[in-house]
Structure formats: structure tokens, C-alpha cells
């Protein structure tokens, strides 16, 4: 299924073409049993990198943890593009015992820049909690049904999301990069 | 689980943000059932720097100081994954005496940064002797550290395809009789701590979690292996050159806070035996990948656009990040430290994620204390390990309008230092003469601010004709240095008095030839 998403990151993929994605393992896997999701190909590693739609995320995350995903290493969340979408990024990785160099994959949620909401994944993996909090904080990406999402490292009633591109620091009387 | 109440309504209790000993800014609001904690509530944000934000307008060599100050315990790792990112977006081969260099690095900071663990974490429980003796081990690590990079701490020493100087001359020796020296540290600590009583019924058993609810909650690094699981970076991703040499991880099956404890100090038997086999199979040859210094991109922009007219923060040639993101993490001593590192293709990178052990580590803080006892806090989140510096963002830091604009036309800073002068003295000498003393300053300024009233300002402050005023002027301004000698001779101090002479003497020696070149001129003008 065509998405309309913008990508930013150019990826090793591109060495194969435009047309022709290589899809990874997880990806095929995901394609057999009809979920929709888009492939990003890799990244720089060699980390399969997949993007997924909000709607769609709570219920690929419950399949990926029952697929053995059981750690999720870490959560982060940047914009694309100023002024453009805000994707939320997911690390997942396998802890098994006597396991080297294991399966990881990289997950990217995105939404839209007027409305970001995502479903959390807190109930999935209970390593969610500090972390998307902090991306509410610091973008704005509000995610559903999280226990207690409020602002985590800036005080409560700060007003703006300080990591996005476009944000304007207050009172602050030198040149700022916002974009 | 009923838990019987003791009392009626539980109550709230804030413990924090600010705690002694080293522990950094935490606020805990803790709901106590008598002395049973029903939950906790960290509440963060105290320390917040704005690192991710500001590494977004850095390059990587300017971001180097900054990274050391996120965890200052263990300076070593943090630039050692500043530099890994960037290394692997650009394929740049790091040579192997600078590989061996830098696991003799990290290894030593770990030892250090375990040590500065046990302080503090005895202190909590109530045994205060090791606090000193960690430091004394510490201090002899602070000084390998300055040998070879300069600093005891903030070292600044990790360059992208490399270190930043090679090992001075006979620090390999040093080093190795530093090992021989810890380990029997380690034989003193085991015999304090170890089979303690009182320390066993402190830890052990406090804190448990399971396997499988660790791996949940994204722990890692030693609260990991305490709990079962054998995960360990440096045997996993086989970064650096830790496959060369023959050590095993630690790790422990309990999952109480006393494993934790003895994961950390097995670990740091460990690291030494590491850095005994680093040492003695150290190589030579480069210890920096100087290939990344060269530049084929043309930087010079057109004549006359923007860029070249704009003369502000250029940051010099220097390594671009590609493009790419990449996520690179090593086994910090507190777990897993991790970038993601989006490229930009330009020296700043677009997005520079930090993904903090003790942050994520801290998660797991209300799940552990609960059915704890209040005092069985302090262990859990002393063994929990988390620097609270570690690393934040930040939105509006600190900022005011400069001086110069303040106030209409920007003289309000100027008239509050001079306002200032008149009444900063609260200190009057009883035995100097009180009224001179107030006075003298007051008559240096008001006859300074007074001669601004006889200089003939035209319209637009341009000075109108000289023939009237200026010996007025000169007149006012001259009695200056009588305040002058006032202040110092009501002090009633002999080396302020001196002080006044001195300073009366120069404005007099000012004032003299001045007057006299102003007279001539003003003779002849007259006539």
C-alpha cells in the first residue's frame, strides 16, 4: 500500500533502485501476513528500519512483542522536516540467552505535525514511560492511553515543545537557529 | 494483596530535590503507609542542560567538553560514543594502538565509576569509612587520567578516528602497578562490606525483579545481569577490541539489590584483568586517524551572497556527518549508553538523541519500592545508580538583556553602579571618622555627575560654545580627589589611606596640566 509520508533520510536502499525496495526479513514476514506497514529499507548499520501508521501501531507492537521483540532499547522522536511531520523512533532488540549479534529493528511511527498522536506502547513494553513522556515533552507528540503523560524534564506549566525545528526560546536575546 | 492499613490516611511525604552526599537533584514524592511506601513518584527535570538541543548546533569537536558533563562519574564512555557515532556513519577505521588506548580508557573509568558508586551507596546505608576509601583508590586513577590527557575528569581526550595524544612515557608502568595496588582494594572492600551482617540485612532481598520483567521494563547494564540475564554490550556488539582479550561477564541470579552490589564489584575485577591484558599487548603505531582531516568538499561560497557577507560562528572545516542515522551504543557502567544520530550533511547533526542509562533505569523506581519500607528507599535508588546530571534539554536557560540596554538609551546599568557606590559601604570603621567615611565617596561621584551640568550640550548633544563653563567645569570636577582622601582617611586604615593619597595624587596630576593647557589656549582665545 502507497503511503503519502515524506522521507528525509536517504538510505543505503537507494544503491538498489528506486522501484526495487530490499525488504528485510521482518519486513517479508510482515507483508505475508497482510499487515500494512512501509519499508524503509536499512540504516547505516545495516538495522532494518520499517515505518508504520499511527493507526496501525498498537497492534503491530503487540505482534512484534509476541514475534520476540522483548526489549525495546530506546525511544526517541525527531521532525522530519521543519514545518513537516514528527516521527516517533523505536529501537527494538531480542535478549535471549547465549545470543550474539542479535536480530534488531528499527520502527518509525509517523504522524502529522497538526494532530501527533500515537498510541502508546507503554502496555507493551513498560520501558515506554519515561521515555514517551519525554518526547511529549520536548515534541509534542501526544500518545494515547499512557498513564501519566505529562511534561517529565521541563516544569508544567511550560508552553512549546523546545526540541521541534521551529521553536522560539523566550527572552532569549541572541541569534536562535529556529528554522 | 490486602495490605492491612495501620492508619487511616496515608500520607505524603517529598523527599528531595535536594539530598547530601552526592546524590544530585531527585524529587521522590512517596505516599507511606506508616512506614510501608504504598508508591513513589520521581519527579525529574531539575538538571536540565538542553544537551540535546545544543548538540544540534555543535560540531562534534566542539560537543566534546559538553558530552563529559552528562556523566561525570565516567567521563570516559560518554565521549567514547560520541566519537563511535560519527566513526561509523563515516567507515573510519580507528588504528589499533588507539583502540587499546581507549579500552584501557573505558576500563578505567568503570573501575572509577563503581567505585564512586560504593561511596555514597555505604553512606546511605550508614557505613560512612568507605566514602573516604573510594576516593583514595579514585585519586590514583584521577592521576593516570592526567598523565595522559591533561584533566583529572572532563577529559576531552576522544577524537573521531582516534584519541587526542598518545600515552606519555612510562604511564603503562604506572598502570600496571595501579592494578596490582586495587586488587588488593578489592580484598579490603570484599573483607569491610561483604559478609557485613548488618549490610546483608540492609540489601539483601530488597528490590527484587525478576528476568523477565527487567528485560520489560528496557533495564540494563548491572541491574540487568543482577537479575539473570547475561547481556552485556561489550560481548554482544564486539565493539573496540574487547574480543582480543579474555574476560567473562558478570552476573548474578537473584535480582535484590545485594546481586546488583556484587555485580559491581566482580565487574570491577574484571575490568582490571582487562586492563592487564591491554597492557601487555598494547601495539604501536598511530594512536589518530588522521585521514578524516581531509576535505574534498569546496567551501568557498560566492562572492558577495550571503554566506560570505555574513561574518558570524563559522565552525572551521571539519567532519561532516553524512545523511544517515545510525544508533550506536556502548556498556556504560550504568547500562546501556546510546545515540541515534540523525546526519545532516553538514558539521551540526540534525538530531542527536541520548539515550540515558540512568534515566531508563530509573523507571522502574515505584515498581521496586513498593511493600518496601521507607528506609529501603535510599537503597533501591542507591543501587539503582543513576547520575542525575545525566543528560537533559532544555528550552529558555538563563538569559537577561545586556547591559548596555537597559533602560532609556541604555544608562540604566550605569546609574545604578554609580547610585550603587553611594550606599554599598554597610560596613562603617568604628574607630575612623564615620561621617568623612560616608560622605567621600558620595562627593567623588555627585561632583563627576554634577560636571555633566556645566558641559553646554547643543541640541543633538552636540557640545555648543566653549566660552562658558569649562573652568567652571574643571572647578567641579576637581573636587573629586577630596572625596577621594576622605574615604581613605576615614577608614582609619593605613593602607587605605595610602590608597586615597595615591588616588587623589593622580587625578591631581590629571587636573594640573590640564588646566594649565586649557588656560593657555583659552588666554589666547580671549584676546
Given at each position: 500500500?502507497?503511503?503519502?509520508?515524506?522521507?528525509?533520510?536517504?538510505?543505503?536502499?537507494?544503491?538498489c533502485?528506486?522501484?526495487?525496495?530490499?525488504?528485510?526479513?521482518?519486513?517479508?514476514?510482515l507483508?505475508?501476513?497482510?499487515?500494512?506497514?512501509?519499508?524503509?529499507?536499512?540504516d547505516?548499520?545495516?538495522?532494518?528500519?520499517?515505518?508504520?501508521?499511527?493507526?496501525?501501531?498498537?497492534?503491530?507492537?503487540?505482534?512484534?512483542?509476541?514475534?520476540?521483540?522483548?526489549?525495546?532499547?530506546?525511544?526517541?522522536?525527531?521532525?522530519?522536516?521543519?514545518?513537516?511531520?514528527?516521527?516517533?523512533?523505536?529501537?527494538?532488540?531480542?535478549?535471549?540467552?547465549g545470543?550474539?549479534?542479535?536480530e534488531?529493528?528499527c520502527?518509525?511511527?509517523?504522524?502529522?505535525?497538526s494532530?501527533?498522536?500515537?498510541?502508546?506502547?507503554?502496555?507493551?513494553?513498560k520501558?515506554?514511560d519515561?521515555?514517551?513522556?519525554?518526547?511529549?515533552?520536548?515534541?509534542?507528540?501526544?500518545?494515547?492511553?499512557?498513564p501519566?503523560?505529562?511534561?517529565?524534564?521541563?516544569?508544567?506549566?511550560?508552553?512549546?515543545?523546545?526540541?521541534r525545528?521551529?521553536?522560539?526560546?523566550?527572552?532569549?536575546?541572541?541569534?536562535?537557529d529556529?528554522? | 494483596m490486602?495490605?492491612?492499613?495501620?492508619?487511616?490516611?496515608?500520607?505524603?511525604?517529598?523527599?528531595?530535590?535536594?539530598?547530601?552526599?552526592?546524590h544530585?537533584?531527585?524529587?521522590?514524592?512517596?505516599?507511606?503507609?506508616?512506614?510501608d511506601?504504598?508508591?513513589c513518584?520521581?519527579?525529574?527535570?531539575?538538571?536540565?542542560?538542553?544537551?540535546?538541543?545544543?548538540?544540534?548546533?555543535?560540531?562534534?569537536?566542539?560537543?566534546?567538553?559538553?558530552?563529559?558533563?552528562w556523566?561525570?562519574?565516567?567521563?570516559?564512555?560518554?565521549?567514547a560514543?560520541?566519537?563511535?557515532?560519527?566513526?561509523?556513519l563515516?567507515?573510519?577505521?580507528?588504528?589499533?594502538?588507539?583502540?587499546?588506548?581507549?579500552?584501557?580508557?573505558?576500563?578505567?573509568?568503570?573501575?572509577?565509576?563503581?567505585?564512586?558508586?560504593?561511596?555514597?551507596?555505604?553512606a546511605?546505608?550508614?557505613?560512612?569509612?568507605?566514602?573516604?576509601?573510594?576516593?583514595?583508590?579514585?585519586?590514583?586513577?584521577?592521576?593516570?587520567?592526567?598523565?595522559?590527557?591533561?584533566?583529572?575528569?572532563m577529559?576531552?581526550?576522544?577524537?573521531i578516528?582516534?584519541?587526542?595524544?598518545?600515552?606519555?612515557?612510562?604511564?603503562?608502568?604506572?598502570?600496571?602497578?595501579?592494578?596490582?595496588y586495587?586488587?588488593?582494594?578489592?580484598?579490603?572492600?570484599?573483607?569491610?562490606?561483604?559478609?557485613?551482617?548488618i549490610?546483608?540485612?540492609?540489601?539483601?532481598?530488597?528490590?527484587?525483579i525478576?528476568?523477565?520483567e527487567?528485560?520489560?521494563?528496557?533495564?540494563?547494564?548491572?541491574?540487568?545481569?543482577?537479575?539473570?540475564?547475561?547481556?552485556d554490550?561489550?560481548?554482544?556488539?564486539?565493539?573496540?577490541?574487547?574480543?582480543?582479550?579474555?574476560?567473562?561477564?558478570q552476573?548474578?541470579?537473584?535480582?535484590?539489590?545485594?546481586?546488583?552490589?556484587?555485580?559491581?564489584?566482580?565487574?570491577?575485577?574484571?575490568?582490571?584483568?582487562?586492563?592487564?591484558?591491554?597492557?601487555?599487548?598494547?601495539?604501536?603505531g598511530?594512536?589518530?586517524?588522521?585521514?578524516?582531516?581531509?576535505?574534498?568538499?569546496?567551501?568557498?561560497?560566492?562572492?558577495?551572497?550571503?554566506?560570505?557577507r555574513?561574518?558570524?560562528?563559522?565552525?572551521s572545516?571539519?567532519?561532516?556527518?553524512p545523511?544517515?542515522?545510525?544508533?550506536?551504543?556502548m556498556?556504560?557502567?550504568?547500562?546501556?549508553?546510546?545515540i541515534?544520530l540523525?546526519?545532516?550533511?553538514?558539521?551540526?547533526?540534525?538530531?542527536?538523541?541520548?539515550?540515558?542509562p540512568?534515566?531508563?533505569?530509573?523507571?522502574?523506581?515505584?515498581?521496586?519500592?513498593k511493600?518496601?519500607?521507607?528506609?529501603?528507599?535510599?537503597?533501591?535508588l542507591g543501587?539503582?545508580?543513576?547520575?542525575?546530571l545525566?543528560?537533559?534539554?532544555?528550552?529558555?536557560?538563563?538569559?537577561?538583556?545586556g547591559?548596555?540596554?537597559?533602560?532609556?538609551?541604555?544608562?540604566?546599568q550605569?546609574?545604578?553602579?554609580?547610585?550603587?557606590?553611594?550606599?554599598?559601604?554597610n560596613i562603617?570603621?568604628?574607630?575612623g571618622?564615620?561621617?568623612?567615611?560616608?560622605?567621600?565617596?558620595?562627593?567623588?561621584v555627585i561632583?563627576?555627575?554634577?560636571?555633566?551640568?556645566?558641559?553646554?550640550?547643543?541640541s543633538?548633544?552636540?557640545?555648543?560654545?566653549?566660552?562658558?563653563?569649562?573652568?567652571?567645569?574643571i572647578?567641579?570636577?576637581?573636587?573629586a580627589?577630596?572625596?577621594?582622601?576622605?574615604?581613605?582617611?576615614?577608614?582609619?586604615?593605613?593602607?587605605?589611606?595610602l590608597?586615597?593619597?595615591?588616588?587623589?595624587?593622580?587625578?591631581i596630576s590629571y587636573?594640573?596640566?590640564?588646566?594649565?593647557?586649557v588656560?593657555?589656549?583659552?588666554?589666547?582665545a580671549?584676546?
Amino acid at each position: 500500500m502507497r503511503n503519502i509520508y515524506l522521507r528525509k533520510m536517504t538510505n543505503k536502499k537507494e544503491k538498489c533502485g528506486r522501484d526495487k525496495k530490499m525488504q528485510g526479513r521482518l519486513s517479508v514476514w510482515l507483508v505475508k501476513h497482510g499487515l500494512v506497514h512501509r519499508s524503509l529499507g536499512f540504516d547505516y548499520q545495516g538495522i532494518e528500519t520499517l515505518q508504520i501508521k499511527p493507526e496501525d501501531w498498537h497492534s503491530i507492537a503487540v505482534i512484534l512483542y509476541v514475534y520476540s521483540y522483548n526489549y525495546l532499547r530506546s525511544q526517541c522522536a525527531y521532525d522530519v522536516a521543519p514545518g513537516g511531520l514528527l516521527a516517533s523512533v523505536y529501537h527494538l532488540t531480542r535478549i535471549e540467552y547465549g545470543v550474539d549479534q542479535p536480530e534488531e529493528v528499527c520502527i518509525k511511527v509517523i504522524a502529522p505535525r497538526s494532530n501527533p498522536r500515537i498510541p502508546s506502547v507503554f502496555w507493551v513494553w513498560k520501558s515506554m514511560d519515561f521515555q514517551e513522556r519525554e518526547s511529549y515533552d520536548m515534541l509534542g507528540i501526544s500518545y494515547e492511553n499512557h498513564p501519566r503523560l505529562k511534561r517529565i524534564l521541563m516544569p508544567e506549566s511550560w508552553i512549546g515543545w523546545p526540541l521541534r525545528k521551529d521553536y522560539i526560546a523566550p527572552n532569549f536575546y541572541e541569534i536562535q537557529d529556529a528554522h | 494483596m490486602n495490605l492491612s492499613a495501620t492508619e487511616k490516611d496515608l500520607m505524603i511525604v517529598n523527599m528531595g530535590p535536594h539530598h547530601p552526599s552526592m546524590h544530585g537533584v531527585l524529587r521522590l514524592i512517596v505516599t507511606l503507609d506508616g512506614e510501608d511506601v504504598v508508591d513513589c513518584e520521581p519527579i525529574l527535570g531539575y538538571l536540565h542542560r538542553g544537551m540535546e538541543k545544543i548538540a544540534e548546533n555543535r560540531t562534534i569537536i566542539q560537543y566534546l567538553p559538553y558530552v563529559t558533563r552528562w556523566d561525570y562519574l565516567a567521563a570516559m564512555f560518554t565521549e567514547a560514543i560520541t566519537v563511535n557515532g560519527p566513526e561509523q556513519l563515516g567507515n573510519i577505521q580507528v588504528p589499533k594502538r588507539a583502540s587499546y588506548i581507549r579500552v584501557i580508557m573505558l576500563e578505567l573509568s568503570r573501575i572509577a565509576s563503581h567505585l564512586l558508586w560504593i561511596g555514597p551507596f555505604m553512606a546511605d546505608i550508614g557505613a560512612q569509612t568507605p566514602f573516604f576509601y573510594i576516593f583514595r583508590e579514585r585519586e590514583l586513577v584521577y592521576d593516570l587520567f592526567e598523565a595522559a590527557t591533561g584533566m583529572r575528569m572532563m577529559h576531552n581526550y576522544f577524537r573521531i578516528g582516534g584519541v587526542a595524544a598518545d600515552l606519555p612515557y612510562g604511564w603503562l608502568d604506572k598502570c600496571l602497578d595501579f592494578c596490582d595496588y586495587f586488587l588488593t582494594g578489592i580484598v579490603e572492600y570484599q573483607k569491610l562490606i561483604t559478609r557485613n551482617p548488618i549490610f546483608l540485612e540492609r540489601v539483601e532481598g530488597i528490590g527484587v525483579i525478576g528476568g523477565e520483567e527487567a528485560i520489560n521494563w528496557g533495564l540494563s547494564g548491572p541491574m540487568l545481569r543482577a537479575s539473570g540475564i547475561k547481556w552485556d554490550l561489550r560481548k554482544v556488539d564486539h565493539y573496540e577490541c574487547y574480543d582480543k582479550f579474555d574476560w567473562e561477564i558478570q552476573w548474578q541470579k537473584e535480582g535484590d539489590s545485594l546481586a546488583r552490589y556484587l555485580v559491581r564489584i566482580s565487574e570491577m575485577t574484571e575490568s582490571i584483568k582487562i586492563i592487564q591484558q591491554a597492557l601487555e599487548g598494547i601495539p604501536g603505531g598511530p594512536y589518530e586517524n588522521l585521514e578524516i582531516r581531509c576535505f574534498d568538499r569546496e567551501r568557498d561560497p560566492e562572492w558577495n551572497d550571503f554566506e560570505y557577507r555574513f561574518i558570524s560562528k563559522k565552525p572551521s572545516p571539519t567532519f561532516e556527518l553524512p545523511r544517515q542515522e545510525l544508533y550506536a551504543r556502548m556498556e556504560a557502567p550504568k547500562g546501556e549508553l546510546g545515540i541515534f544520530l540523525i546526519g545532516d550533511q553538514s558539521g551540526f547533526p540534525w538530531r542527536w538523541k541520548i539515550r540515558p542509562p540512568g534515566f531508563i533505569n530509573l523507571q522502574i523506581l515505584p515498581q521496586l519500592v513498593k511493600r518496601m519500607k521507607l528506609a529501603d528507599i535510599m537503597t533501591i535508588l542507591g543501587v539503582l545508580v543513576i547520575v542525575w546530571l545525566e543528560r537533559e534539554i532544555s528550552a529558555g536557560i538563563q538569559q537577561r538583556i545586556g547591559p548596555e540596554y537597559a533602560g532609556p538609551l541604555g544608562i540604566l546599568q550605569a546609574l545604578a553602579d554609580g547610585t550603587k557606590l553611594l550606599f554599598k559601604e554597610n560596613i562603617l570603621p568604628s574607630r575612623g571618622n564615620t561621617r568623612l567615611f560616608s560622605i567621600g565617596p558620595a562627593i567623588a561621584v555627585i561632583s563627576i555627575l554634577l560636571s555633566f551640568s556645566v558641559i553646554p550640550f547643543s541640541s543633538r548633544l552636540i557640545l555648543a560654545d566653549l566660552n562658558i563653563g569649562i573652568f567652571l567645569w574643571i572647578a567641579i570636577s576637581s573636587i573629586a580627589p577630596v572625596g577621594l582622601l576622605m574615604s581613605g582617611y576615614g577608614s582609619n586604615n593605613k593602607y587605605s589611606f595610602l590608597g586615597g593619597l595615591r588616588a587623589a595624587a593622580q587625578s591631581i596630576s590629571y587636573e594640573i596640566p590640564l588646566t594649565l593647557c586649557v588656560l593657555s589656549i583659552s588666554l589666547r582665545a580671549i584676546r
